[in-house]
T-cell receptor, first 112, second 116 residues
Framework: EDQVTQSPEALRLQEGESSSLNCSYT??????LFWYRQDPGKGPEFLFT???AGEEKEKERLKATLTKKESFLHITAPKPEDSATYLC?????????????FGRGTQLTVWP | GAVVSQHPSRVICKSGTSVKIECRSL??????MFWYRQFPKQSLMLMAT?????????EQGVEKDKFLINHASLTLSTLTVTSAHPEDSSFYIC????????????FGPGTRLLVL
């Protein structure tokens, strides 16, 4: 059975304290892995798509990496405005194009 | 990035009435759109896949007669919650994929439905 597991469920960081969020997945044939940011009461905002093991992508203080079993979202020197829920999702080969399987998310709080 | 809009952003209705939610891809064509619902502090649960010009595909446990989906054009999909009840109160989010190749998927801002 396909599964996407994110850890930790919640993370509190002091401003400037770097850390990583984890997304482990078991899926029969990965087409792509997606990271989204979601603020309360809003739809998910696209961050990254990773397609193959070893791939890395960066955007400001965020860096996403991918292995054959998991993905990490590294947050360097976070700021309070980085506080949000970060969602990981996978797209499986053989499924409808665009059909995503989501993890439960990591709620990140960055305090000054 | 690509933009997906939803209307309305929030709606309050009486139990037993029907509510229609629109999802539009503003700057691209989407043959497939997806409808999710999200309960507080939970992740997104896929309800159905909306296919332009054909019937929607519903996930297991989702009542197709209650959640009517129409995808009449390449830029518009609608979700109608029929005979809404308080337990249908939730945050409904649509998404659309921009392109058939290795493109990403963009989400709308969501619609908050409250059924009294």
């Amino acid at each position: 059975e396909d599964q996407v597991t994110q850890s930790p469920e919640a993370l509190r960081l002091q401003e400037g304290e770097s850390s990583s969020l984890n997304c482990s997945y078991t899926v029969s044939g990965l087409r792509g892995l997606f990271w989204y940011r979601q603020d309360p009461g809003k739809g998910p905002e696209f961050l990254f798509t990773l397609y193959s093991a070893g791939e890395e992508k960066e955007k400001e203080r965020l860096k996403a990496t991918l292995t054959k079993k998991e993905s990490f979202l590294h947050i360097t020197a976070p700021k309070p405005e980085d506080s949000a829920t970060y969602l990981c999702a996978v797209e499986r080969r053989g499924s409808t194009l665009g059909r995503l399987y989501f993890g439960r998310g990591t709620q990140l709080t960055v305090w000054p | 990035g690509a933009v997906v809009s939803q209307h309305p952003s929030r709606v309050i209705c009486k139990s037993g009435t029907s509510v229609k939610i629109e999802c539009r891809s503003l700057d691209f064509q989407a043959t497939t759109m997806f409808w999710y619902r999200q309960f507080p502090k939970q992740s997104l649960m896929l309800m159905a896949t909306s296919n332009e010009g054909s019937k929607a595909t519903y996930e297991q446990g989702v009542e197709k007669d209650k959640f009517l989906i129409n995808h009449a054009s390449l830029t518009l999909s609608t979700l109608t919650v029929t005979s809404a009840h308080p337990e249908d109160s939730s945050f409904y989010i649509c998404s659309a994929r921009a392109g058939q190749q290795q493109e990403t998927q963009y989400f709308g801002p969501g619609t908050r439905l409250l059924v009294l």
